[in-house]
């Protein structure tokens, strides 16, 4: 099959709905599918060896000037967008908000191709009126109608189902959790790699490190990291990711911060933390707590975060996150942060991702939704099998 997927960046922007798209283009290429990926030149044009890869002309300003990602497609990358679909036999579609996205699902429908949505976020809880009022706008004027009309929509977490419950899908939709790399996110040998690993990083070999991984925006919860680090100076933050907050302005003493890491060197520092902590109030899927787990560390993280996974509660330390009062939730994660760090449950954390997040058996799922109506099939009309995770 000509199978065309979409994202607004490539992975090498570093974001979760990028990551998943990159390697689901990978592993679909595995199984035998002509596969190219189409995003916006806003990121590092990533060179794939299984797989083609398509650059869309784009201007990323909004991301620059605010931090919202949200590059803006210029009428030559529409132009190519549109020849891709065509050239396709079914396209895959990384979420339902930005140009990239919205202009593919029109394309396909144009040239009447299958369309399978993958959706990655629910609902947008930012700390700002005017973008959460914005978001509600664009799922009501696009994703909603884009999820009606595909012809297979698959949610990347049960907090993403549960959100769009009520949209009415030509078929039922499926549950598909992104996978882990347990190749690369793997616990540390012992002490002694832990050792090594802190002085290539800087770290002290001494104190215990709190580690957390992702944007450098306020919806992330940095505020709340912020506050816990200045209650805990016994330990050290390190702090992973990018974007327009900068926690080297916090001036703490006890706080390091990271930028440009990613799959090795971004598993090296997995290896080297104590505990891993993520203060965000919701997310759709939030990847970097199964690496986490996948890393034999031990998780902290808010009760919605662990609900995209009704069964990941149980490998987790769940706290409630209140971003109106920051200090407040410091405060119980400081607490908290002692009695995670010595949990004996990492061990069954680590089975549940590598049984739960294969990336062989997620690509099978959605080999087989798509085969289910794709053109070359001789009835393209039957209803796709149930498939869920665990199947």
């Known amino acids: 099959m000509r199978l065309l997927v979409t994202s607004t960046y490539f992975d090498t922007h570093l974001g979760g709905v990028e990551i998943v798209a990159g390697r689901l283009a990978r ?3 595995d199984a035998g599918h ?3 990926l189409a995003a916006t030149d806003s990121s590092e044009i990533p060179k794939e060896s299984n797989f083609t890869v398509h650059p869309l002309l784009s201007s990323n300003f909004i991301e620059k000037r605010i ?6 497609l210029m009428p030559r990358g529409v132009v190519d967008l549109h020849a891709r679909c065509g050239a396709s036999d079914a396209v895959l579609i990384n979420d339902t908000l930005g140009g990239v996205c919205i202009c593919a699902f029109i394309s396909a429908k144009l040239h009447r191709k299958p369309v399978l949505i993958l959706q990655h976020l629910g609902d947008a809880r930012f700390s700002s009126l005017l973008v959460r009022a914005a978001f509600r706008i664009g799922e009501r004027i696009f994703t909603r109608p884009m999820l009606s009309l595909a012809d297979q929509v698959a949610y990347i977490s049960e907090t993403t189902a549960r959100h769009f419950s009520k949209v009415r899908l030509k078929r039922p939709a499926r549950i598909s959790f992104s996978g882990v790399d347990t190749s690369i996110f793997r616990p540390r040998k012992d002490d002694a790699e832990k050792n090594i690993l802190r002085g ?4 002290s070999e001494t104190r215990p490190v709190v580690l957390y991984v992702g944007r450098f925006v306020e919806t992330k919860g940095l505020e709340i990291l912020r506050e816990t680090a200045q209650l805990r100076p016994d330990l050290d933050f390190a702090l992973a990711g990018w974007g327009p907050v900068d926690p080297a302005k ?6 390091r911060s990271f930028r440009g890491l990613a799959g090795d060197s971004l598993s090296q520092l997995y290896r080297s933390a104590d505990i891993f902590l993520l203060a965000s109030h919701s997310e759709s899927f939030s990847l970097v707590v199964r690496e986490a787990l996948a890393s034999g560390l031990p998780v902290i993280c808010g009760k919605d975060v662990a609900a995209t996974d009704v069964d990941l509660a149980a490998y987790v330390t769940t706290v409630s996150i209140n971003p109106a009062n920051a200090k407040q939730t410091a405060t119980e994660i400081a607490t908290r942060i002692d009695s995670a760090m010595t949990s004996e449950n990492t061990a069954a954390g680590l089975a549940f991702v590598r049984a739960r997040y294969d990336w062989k058996h997620i690509a099978a799922l959605f080999s087989g939704l798509l085969e289910a109506f794709a053109p070359t099939n001789a009835n393209q009309d039957r209803v796709c099998p149930p498939i869920s995770i665990a199947d």
């Open 67 to 72: 931090g919202l990602p949200l590059p803006i």
């Open 200 to 203: 290539k990083f800087g770290l």
């Open 34 to 36: 002509v596969v190219e």
């Open 27 to 29: 592993e679909l290429a």
């Open 250 to 255: 916090w001036r703490l003493p006890n706080v």
